[in-house]
């Protein structure tokens, strides 16, 4: 009778039996779930922080930006930055938010 070589485990011996072996086999791929789903769990971590970084600065960015291109006697936004000849109600509207966010 041959005896199947993919089943031969060293780690024991001669006396290895296949329940051994597939015991071994599962608690090692378990440990690699385990390590991969920790891995995993700090990326996704880092990835928000990437998100919240990225939001506040657009929150930063947006509010500045109306800040800086409104009209002082009409208090309206201008409408085609960096031309200061016109402004209007829509974009005006667009920094209203911006100005309660920021």
Not at 25 to 50: D, P, W, Y
Not at 81 to 95: E, K, L, V, W
């Amino acid at each position: 009778m041959k005896k199947h070589l993919l089943f031969k485990i060293t780690l024991f011996g001669n006396s290895g039996s296949l329940a051994q072996a597939l015991r071994v086999l599962f608690l090692s791929l378990a440990a690699m779930v385990i390590l991969i789903s920790c891995t995993n769990n700090r990326a996704g971590i880092s990835e928000k922080q990437h998100v919240d970084d990225f939001l506040d600065d657009l929150k930063l960015r947006t509010f500045s930006y109306f800040w800086q291109v409104v009209d002082t006697p009409t208090y309206q936004t201008d409408d085609r930055y960096p031309t200061r000849q016109f402004t209007s109600i829509a974009a005006t509207g667009f920094a209203l938010p911006s100005y309660i966010i920021g």
